[in-house]
């Protein structure tokens, strides 16, 4: 199993390392010059030519690009990703917090799309074909086709203005998670109960179903057992879509004014804000690597002939 | 078949207890947090939204809200309708010729940290924006004064190298010549960065947490009065929907129109929240102008033809953008600078709204054919851009394109951010291009000044045959100690930028605030970027 570790471990370094140097090229390959993205930045009001010159030499930009590549590197294994041209501020002290704030609410969406995917999944592939199933598909692909932003306004305008019952933004309160995690949750789960509802039934036409029936077993246990066999399917698509739903809280976020990394990531993209760009690009694709080797654990260790293989 | 469905409804049943739940513990909760805003018993709370973090206060920089900052911070002298008038200075006196300022400070005036402001002070904080003259360019104080001195404890005198007429003007402006404690300077220094922010203002930031709010309370040993409203709220907001629904809720309870000119919410939100009956719309005087910057440096540009600009102002129907986009609450605009701008009620030419003289223009000079004109085989084709978070300026734009294309000129829309925007301006990446004037307190003197400036209007106006002689009378008016000369100097200026038609007026903009209905002493200042929230109260 160590071993196994060390093995994914080693290979997202190059995978890392790749994406770190992309982004890192692409932010320089803008044709915007940094020194005069961080004076309009900093709202100086009339910049000239002196004030670059002085501009570009404190934030090193006159070094050749690999060097400052190699710079920026090797202070972000430290964790140091250099100062925001905007605030001037550390990026970590943004970025960390925004990162948090997202990962709450991921979480708390992901336990919720977990549950509801598994109950839905069952219920329909228990009962497929039957109104119940048919029923159940055709408002999961309503909802989930609705925008989230149409959603969100909407279930803010019912149960924050009109029933106000909720706050309409913000994450003071734990009333606060509520209208978010609903919005991600509606947008995914219909989505992930559709995995867990076929593998479900590719299971239920499985030899040991009607072993099982032959023997006399009830049918609570069949389930239980099919059940068992078709959440393997579903670990690495709930695994991964932790970071699929990190990096795609935007609207949301946008929307419920939530301190993510969403509106973060997006602020820096408008006012051009490189150091937190390339950090956040970096953290993404960190929390993609992780999860996908943690899943993979997971599946390894409930399934014993993955392990052999790998 | 009964018993199969128990477990995931029992499953269905438990997730939704569970969600139910959550919104009990959470209403709970609520009652302390949110009521804070708007329906507080005490009403002497505002919250207001902002679509930017108030950012980094320090006030000898450029990064700060401005509407934050002027609360915080005070300056020697205000700007007033009225001229300018003492704030931290009492009285003042000029030399004979015009170099030494000599002011008399206000005394038992304290910083929010119980530091005194005295001259030293003074000293300290003109020395440490003086040290940084190169973030100063714009100012033009900043390159000539060359001394600040303590004469005594109240009176301290400004040495400047040359007579400067808007030395007191500049001297009001919300940044950078305003006070901060010196304790909170890093090695007697601002620039990179302080150790708090100390002002003298009626209110001090007691919380800021960046991207979510920031909390003002009301400085009770204001040396003008305690303020009325104790506490202030900045919420930052996306503007649009959010901010919309949370003023219903009463979340938040007061909007105003940002630093950059553009509202948090549209006309027909503001309209109904006022139908309501809970809200009221307070609009200030014209405060600039809205206007179409054109390249006339970009030779490979139509855009440098000085008849094309003026068949493309004549195409455009102000009054209708002014009706139909701002529901008149704004109202069209025929010259760079309303004539309630200093120095700017000047004679000019008015370019009526004339489809057909706008053709004749563009026939005359050349530009010809059928749909869209050619001259020389050249198109008249030109791009504009807008500002992509403004939704009054995508309307003005396609109506334009609509208006241009009548009398044969094609517009290219592009909606871009403001910084990308502003760095179009710099380098002179463009044809024509949504802009507006600084604003009342900066008008004319600033804009006009940024006329020469390469990240502002240089690319505007360095096309056009009278620059060298623009650019000379711009550098003599900003010494001249002489009324009559400054008036002849900026009457000449403006003849000769609106004979070039390089700026198209489009509307004259100002200051909305949507507030509750019951708060009074909603004022306005002699700037778009500040409110005095220390007149404001609710009535009991």
Redesign the interface.
């Given at each position: 199993m160590g071993r196994y570790i060390f093995k994914r471990g080693l290979i997202s370094v190059p995978l890392l390392l790749v994406v770190s140097f992309l982004t890192f090229i692409l932010n320089s390959l803008s044709p915007?010059d940094p020194a005069?993205?961080v004076l309009?930045?900093?709202?100086?009001?009339?910049?000239?030519?002196?004030?670059l010159e002085?501009t570009r030499l404190a934030l090193g930009l006159d070094r050749p690009l690999l060097v400052r590549y190699w710079n920026w590197f090797l202070s972000c294994l430290r964790l140091d990703f250099g100062d925001s041209y905007?605030?001037?501020k550390p990026v970590w002290s943004?970025l960390g917090?925004?990162f948090l704030n997202t990962l709450k609410l991921t979480i708390v969406s992901v336990v919720?799309i977990i549950?509801?995917s598994?109950?839905?999944g069952?219920?329909c592939a228990?009962r497929e074909g039957k109104l119940l199933d048919k029923s159940i598909r055709g408002i999961s692909f309503f909802l989930t086709a609705m925008p989230s932003?149409l959603l969100a306004?909407l279930l803010?305008?019912y149960f924050?203005?009109k029933l106000?019952?909720?706050?309409?933004?913000?994450m003071?309160?734990?009333?606060?998670?509520?209208l978010p995690v609903t919005v991600i949750t509606i947008s995914y789960a219909g989505i992930y109960f559709r995995v867990v509802r076929s593998s479900m039934l590719s299971n239920l036409n499985e030899d040991y179903v009607l072993y099982g029936r032959a023997c006399g077993l009830p049918?609570?246990k069949i389930?239980r057992r099919i059940l068992r066999n078709s959440l393997q399917v579903a670990v690495s698509v709930f695994c991964m879509a932790i970071p699929i739903i990190l990096g795609s809280t935007v609207v949301v976020e946008?929307?419920?004014?939530w301190?993510g990394l969403g509106?973060?990531s997006v602020?820096s993209i408008?006012?051009?804000d490189f150091p937190i760009i390339q950090a956040y690009v970096l953290v993404l694709a960190a929390s993609f690597v992780i999860v996908n080797t943690f899943s993979d654990m997971i599946n390894a260790w409930v399934n014993p002939k993955l392990r052999e293989d790998g | 078949m009964v018993?199969?469905?128990v477990?995931?409804f029992l499953?269905?049943v438990v997730?939704a207890l569970w969600?139910a739940g959550?919104?009990n513990?959470?209403?709970s909760?609520?009652e302390s947090?949110?009521n804070s805003a708007a329906s507080s018993s005490a009403r002497d709370e505002l919250v207001y939204s902002t679509a930017k973090d108030i950012?980094?206060m320090n006030p000898h920089?450029?990064?700060?809200s401005m509407p934050a900052q002027g609360i915080v911070y005070e300056s020697l002298v205000e700007n007033t309708a009225e001229g300018i008038k003492p704030l931290l200075a009492e009285s003042w006196d000029i030399s004979e010729d015009g170099k030494l300022y000599t002011f008399h400070l206000r005394q038992n005036v304290t910083f929010h940290d119980g530091e005194p402001f005295n001259a030293e002070a003074v000293k300290l904080n003109f020395d440490a924006v003086q040290s940084n003259a190169?973030?100063h360019?714009?100012?033009k104080l900043s390159s000539m004064l060359t001394e600040t001195k303590v004469i005594d404890e109240y009176t301290v005198q400004l040495v400047l190298s040359e007579p400067y007429y808007p030395t007191l003007l500049e001297l009001s402006m919300t940044r950078p010549y305003v006070f901060l404690s010196p304790k909170d300077f890093i090695d007697g220094e601002t620039k990179d960065?302080v150790n708090g922010f100390d002002g003298t203002g009626p209110y001090k930031l007691t919380d800021h947490?960046?991207?979510?709010y920031a909390v003002f309370e009301a400085n009770e040993r204001y040396w003008n009065g305690a303020p009325k409203l104790k506490k202030i709220t900045a919420?930052?907001?996306?503007a649009g929907?959010?901010t919309f629904?949370?003023l219903?809720?009463g979340?938040v309870d007061f909007v105003f129109t940002d630093d950059r000119g553009a509202d948090s919410i549209d006309v027909e939100a503001m309209n109904k929240l006022a139908e309501s009956g809970g809200f009221q719309i307070v609009r200030s005087e014209p405060m600039n102008t809205k206007m179409i910057v054109a390249n006339s440096s970009k030779q490979d540009s139509p855009a440098a033809d000085a008849a094309v600009r003026k068949a493309l102002w004549h195409s455009i129907d102000r009054e209708t953008i002014s009706e139909a986009i701002f529901s008149g609450t704004e109202s069209a605009a025929d010259t760079l600078f309303s004539s309630n701008v200093n120095y700017a009620n000047v004679e000019l030419e008015k370019r009526e709204y004339d489809i057909e003289l706008a053709k004749k223009l563009l026939e005359e000079n050349g530009w010809a054919g059928e749909g869209i004109r050619e001259k020389d085989g050249r198109k008249l084709t030109m791009s504009l851009y807008y500002d992509v978070n403004s939704s009054s300026q995508k309307a003005q734009a396609e109506m334009i394109q609509n208006a241009a294309k009548n009398i044969g000129i094609q517009l290219e829309l592009f909606g871009e951010?403001s910084?990308?925007i502003?760095?179009r301006r710099?380098t002179g990446d463009y044809d024509l291009l949504f802009n507006q004037t600084w604003g009342l307190a900066y008008d004319p003197q600033?804009t006009i000044a940024?006329f020469t400036?390469?990240?502002?209007y240089r690319h505007t106006t360095s096309g056009i045959p009278e620059a060298e002689e623009l650019y000379r009378k711009i550098g003599e008016v900003m010494v001249s100690s002489d009324e009559e000369t400054r008036k002849a100097l900026y009457q000449d200026i403006l003849s000769i930028v609106h004979d070039e038609a390089v700026f198209i007026p489009l509307t004259n903009g100002s200051v909305t605030v949507v507030a509750p209905k019951d708060l009074q002493g909603i004022s306005f200042k002699q700037t778009q970027f500040e409110l005095p929230f220390e007149q404001m109260s609710f009535s009991r």
């Open positions: 915007m005069e993205v309009h930045a900093q709202g100086v009001p009339r910049i000239t030519d002196e004030l002085e905007v605030t001037g943004l917090p925004a919720a549950i509801l598994i109950a839905l069952v219920l228990l932003y306004s803010v305008l924050s203005v106000d019952l909720l706050p309409t933004n913000g003071d309160t734990i009333g606060s998670y509520i049918e609570r389930t946008n929307i419920f004014a301190p509106t973060l602020n408008l006012s051009r | 018993k199969k469905q477990v995931p499953v269905l997730t969600l959550c919104s513990s959470a209403n909760e609520k947090s949110a950012n980094d920089l450029y990064a700060g190169s973030k360019a714009w100012i960065g947490k960046t991207d979510q919420k930052v907001l996306p929907e959010t629904l949370a219903q809720k979340e951010e910084t990308s502003a760095n710099t600033s940024s400036s390469d990240a502002a």
